[in-house]
């Protein structure tokens, strides 16, 4: 019986030790984006085996490249947010096809009352807003220069 206990005890510190280890890994991720330029294929689910196959490479297995996607870009252009070590970002950044691999940023929100620091308030009688009529007759182009 004590052998049985002794076993017991070693797999349970493994797999704490795993559990550390894992901790470990995911605190040394973070997000990135991954450009690959303009899609392939028309066909969705096709880009996206293309994504997780790309990550495969660089992680070792589909199943963990799948764990660490966080998102397929797949109608516009073609890319991927991952969850990525420094390393692991490095190496996809070295692939053929690869444009940029770009850490996530996430930006600080300037206002939530943009109609009101514009002077556009529709609670104001007087206004840009109410004097232009409401914009009524405006025509607005936007030119894009590539």
């Not at 280890?21 to 085996?49: C, F, R, W």
């Not at 002077?119 to 025509?139: C, E, H």
Request: hydrophobic fraction near 45%.
């Amino acid at each position: 019986m004590a052998p049985a206990s002794a076993l017991l005890v070693n797999l349970l510190f493994l797999f704490y030790g795993l559990g550390i280890l894992m901790t470990v890994v995911e605190a040394a991720s973070n997000v990135h984006i991954v450009y690959l330029g303009e899609k392939q294929h028309d066909d969705p689910k096709l880009i996206t085996n293309s994504h997780h196959d790309m990550l495969a490479d660089v992680v070792g297995s589909k199943e963990l490249a799948s764990q660490l996607i966080v998102y397929s870009y797949k109608h516009g252009f073609s890319g991927f947010a991952a969850k990525l070590t420094e390393s692991q970002a490095q190496k996809l950044a070295e692939l053929p096809g690869v444009v940029r691999v770009i850490p996530n940023s996430l930006h600080k929100l300037q206002t939530t009352r943009s109609w009101d620091f514009l002077g556009l308030s529709s609670y104001s009688p007087v206004n840009a807003l109410q004097r232009s009529n409401m914009g009524d007759g405006v025509i607005i182009g936007v030119f894009d220069t590539g």
